[in-house]
């Protein structure tokens, strides 16, 4: 049945690619017979014209409609001209000849036209007397004007050819139907052979035998490729059993030792001259030996991760390194239960150590919980990073990971990274590699309440689309900052230094710049010139937002020049969201 399904979709696919070429290809030579026509009957019409124009110059000058009338007998019955008709300057008729009738030409039939004036030469004695008066010479050049002739050219359909083009269009179709019936009959040939074959092999699977000479009767080298590759999956599942066996007994030899990487480890580290103090070796020796008991306590997992990146804050900064955290899912918002002392730990190792693997760049902390079974959860870590030592550890899948023949790196045989992988398995938790991201998941319990969620978000974001500029010295409150934009739905760009808020200025628009006090510290005349000079130069001036918790900025010369806005850190969030909805509206009404 299904074989029966395809064959009518190939067939129903072929007919419709051969009306296509066919439609195609008579579309092509009606197109192509039509301009060549064309150019036969506009040449043909210039010889006439060549050879009639004295005829038709000389009855025109005397108004001599039978003189005119037998210059165009020598027309008559001519294939090629359906009518030809001669005018004077008043378009009044002189003469004409009239073939449609003769070549079965409708009276309503569209012909080929084309229209000639006829002139007559000026007098050598007239165009002499007269060559240094511009007017006069006009007018007589309007008078030499005598008339025109039409020509309505016979068309291609009833033209001497067009039988013999209807013959060259079905020897044409009747060329393309032959050749496209070879074409179906051999590819239907090739594909019931190849049917064949795979019928045979699929018999040949299922008996899990293979006949020996099944090479030799197989005549084409794509059903030799495609036999081969069929006897090599044949193999190789003959041989799965086997290697399922000695998985099996892998397996069971590892559950005899789990803790065979920490000891390799503990050994490395004894063997090998690496830096680190008496603090580093006791903090790993707690970590995997640690024993995850009856310690539990619930705890917001948002609010911990918030006090670990504070205080790593000073890490980040040396390293300048942002640290971007995010939280997300329907349990987000419920305590966890969980060891919080060894959780805590288990983060401070991650996260110090992955300051360092990212130096100079930024990173990503995603914390998720979705809804489970019951009051049970999986909390789900997230972290992404675009430094390249990060792209290598995820690449090589060394960050957690320990070989004797890798070098000791920020990811690679890293102490605390790899302490922090045995804490994350204590919790019965596992980490996995993705392309651009490492996960972390840990099964955790939360707290079943009816009470209204105490995380809700009670700021909706802004209406309008506003674009912002951050400038911002201090890592942490940029952090803040960006995260608030974020639920406002504000588009938000950084920038490191006040040379590159010059420079964005000059390529992009922003709606408003955010700053705080360090932008005035040290002030540059020259910066502070071309900024005032960038600002005139837009149709509406990008707005300065200055956020410190110094007011006494408000009273700098600079700030006055700026125009700025001012709002007091910490930030509160609805009167940032207050005071973008202002300056975007003070911006509409300039």
Excluded at 311 to 316: D, F, G, Q, R, T
Excluded at 485 to 500: F, I, N, W, Y
Excluded at 507 to 530: A, G, K, L, Q, W
Aim: aromatic fraction near 8%; glycine fraction near 2%; hydrophobic fraction near 40%.
């Amino acid at each position: 049945m299904r074989r029966s399904k395809y064959v009518n979709q190939y067939n129903l696919a072929f007919i419709v690619a051969v009306i296509t070429l066919l439609l195609l290809a008579n579309y092509l030579f009606t197109k192509l017979t039509q301009k060549q026509h064309f150019y036969q009957q506009q040449n043909l019409s210039q010889s006439i014209l060549s050879n009639l124009t004295i005829e038709l110059e000389y009855g025109l000058s005397f108004g001599n409609k039978v003189d005119l009338k037998n210059s165009l007998e020598a027309l008559r019955d001519n294939k090629g001209v359906a009518i030809i008709t001669v005018y004077d300057n008043q378009k009044n008729t002189m003469a004409e000849l009239d073939n449609r009738e003769s070549l079965s030409i409708p009276d309503d039939e569209e012909l080929i036209e084309i229209i000639k004036p006829i002139n007559q030469s000026p007098s050598s004695s007239l165009s002499d007397s007269l060559l240094l008066n511009e007017e006069i010479l006009k007018s007589v050049k309007l008078e030499r004007r005598l008339g025109e002739v039409r020509l309505g050219m016979t068309p291609l359909a009833y033209s001497q050819v067009s039988e013999v083009l209807q013959n060259y269009r079905l020897a044409l179709s009747g060329s393309i139907i032959l050749l496209m019936a070879l074409l179906w009959i051999y590819m239907y040939y090739r594909l019931s052979y190849t049917s064949r074959v795979m019928k045979k092999m699929t018999e040949s699977l299922n008996k899990s035998v293979l006949p020996r000479n099944i090479l030799y009767n197989i005549k084409t080298r794509e059903a030799q490729a495609l036999t081969k590759a069929i006897i090599d999956v044949f193999l190789h599942n003959k041989n799965l059993e086997h290697q399922l066996t000695l998985l099996k007994t892998e397996v069971a030899q590892a559950r005899k030792d789990a803790n065979t990487e920490l000891q390799e480890f503990l050994g490395f580290l004894l063997k090998n001259p690496i830096e680190h103090d008496d603090e580093t070796i006791q903090l790993f020796y707690q970590s995997i030996t640690q024993e995850m008991g009856d310690r539990k306590s619930s705890i917001w997992s948002r609010d911990l991760l918030k006090q670990v990146i504070t205080e790593l804050s000073s890490l980040a900064k040396s390293e300048k390194v942002i640290i971007y955290d995010n939280y997300g899912g329907d349990r987000i918002n419920r305590q966890v239960i969980i060891d919080k002392d060894n959780f805590k730990r288990f983060l401070l190792l991650l996260l110090q150590e992955l300051v360092i693997v990212c130096k100079g760049y930024q990173l990503t902390v995603s914390f998720d919980q979705r809804q489970a079974l019951n009051d049970a959860t999986v909390l789900r870590i997230a972290i992404d990073s675009d430094a390249p030592n990060f792209i290598k550890g995820l690449n090589t899948q060394s960050l957690f990971h320990f070989t004797h023949d890798a070098p000791v790196t920020c990811y690679s045989n890293n102490i605390h990274l790899i302490a922090a992988k045995h804490l994350l398995r204590k919790f019965g938790g596992e980490y996995f590699y993705f392309e651009k991201e490492i996960r972390l998941e840990i099964p955790v319990a939360t707290l079943a309440t009816d009470e209204p969620e105490v995380w809700t978000d009670s700021v909706s974001p802004i209406d309008t689309n506003i674009n912002a500029l951050i400038f911002d010295s201090d890592p942490i409150d940029k952090m803040v900052l960006m995260g608030y934009l974020e639920k406002l739905g504000v588009m938000t760009d950084k920038a490191s230094t006040k040379q590159v808020i010059l420079q964005k200025l000059r390529h992009e628009r922003f709606d408003v710049i955010m700053v705080n006090s360090d932008f005035f510290s040290e002030p540059d005349p020259f910066f502070f010139t071309n900024l005032l000079s960038e600002l005139a130069q837009q149709e509406e001036p990008t707005k300065i937002l200055v956020i410190s918790s110094d007011s006494d900025v408000q009273s700098s010369e600079l700030f006055k020049s700026l125009n700025a806005s001012y709002i007091a850190k910490p930030i509160d969030i609805h009167e940032l969201k207050s005071m973008l909805i202002k300056l975007y509206t003070d911006s509409d009404d300039e």
